[in-house]
């Protein structure tokens, strides 16, 4: 948000009983005396030790030169090397505050993008950059990987599956796949982005469809006797641990991943269930774009699955709202602790 912009929501504001957030502080209904959703924090305090693996979608983590997504995609700082810096910064600065090991990435445009925030901003921190380009063409986004445990293998699938009963056949175009070993036993992190518009009834079937290629992946991984960690822009709802405002989904894209193999005893866990429900938001949408934080517009589009081995590990799960969700990426991260 530039100055301008933030003094003419301040006033608008004022008319209309909301205030935006400044330094610190989210909006709130200052006419019904509703406190603010959340308070942006610089840090994390974080109360338990071990290894920390986040999901932050980085709203297009772009370097602002080449081809960045067909013509009639558009963010502010498209284009524009000076303006993708400082947006780079800014991510940088959330990824900073979550003193995470491990963070996937949605909206990253490529790895050379990866490898200049760490040299910017984050050198200090020992991260490796990882991403395996996908087929995704009209946003140009990518899943991008930083980590500072060791990866043996990074991959994706370009797995296509039929779209319900029709002759259509969908894939996941932005995901990754990375293995490793965490707390001794080995992990395979898959990280996603699937199709958008959560409560668009046209666009269910294929989303379905994605679920249903990483569930598959799941299998296949937790067959080879490997821990999972599925993470990432789900772009949709948990029925079963419903988040902040309360969202219902309209598919069965979060069940079908969690089913994982053919016994219950092999399903994935959502992290979202260890925090209050107030908690449980990852992303802003701005409804009715008056640049006020309103309450309903908080929901939980972006999860982490552990699989039961890591699930008897967590320790901790934070919501992180490091960031002005107008001003930086309309996602926050989220953080799990597992004990090593």
Known sequence: MTRLSLLLALLLAACSGG?????????????????????????????????????????????????????????????????????????????????ADIVVIPETENVDVLEMMIEESLSDLGYSAYLVPGQDSFTGQNIGLLSNIPVDEVGRTDVRLPVGVSDQRYGVSKNMWARLTIAGRPVTLIGVHFLARPLDAERAPRRETQAEVIRQLVEAEMAMGREVVVLGDFNDFDDETLDRAGSVPVTDVMARIKRAGP????????????????????????????????????????????????????????????????????HFPLVVTLAE
């Open 19 to 99: 205030v935006p957030a400044s330094g610190d502080a989210a909006s709130g209904d200052a006419a019904s005396g509703a406190p603010p959703p959340f308070r942006v924090v610089e840090t994390v305090d974080w109360r338990t030790d071990g290894i920390r693996i986040a999901a932050f979608n980085g709203e297009f983590l772009f370097d602002g030169v080449g081809d960045e997504g067909d013509a009639v995609i558009s963010f502010e700082w498209k284009g524009d090397p000076a303006k993708s810096r400082a947006h780079r910064d800014a991510v940088a600065r959330s990824i900073r505050a979550i003193d």
């Open 263 to 330: 016994s219950p005893d092999d399903d994935l866990r959502n992290a979202m269930a260890e925090v209050p429900q107030a908690e449980r938001f990852t992303s802003l949408y701005d409804r009715n774009n008056n640049d006020v934080i309103e309450e309903g517009e908080l929901s939980a589009i972006d999860h982490i699955l552990l699989s039961p081995g890591l699930y008897s590990r967590l320790r901790e799960v934070r919501y992180a709202p490091v960031h002005d969700p107008r001003e930086v990426s309309d």
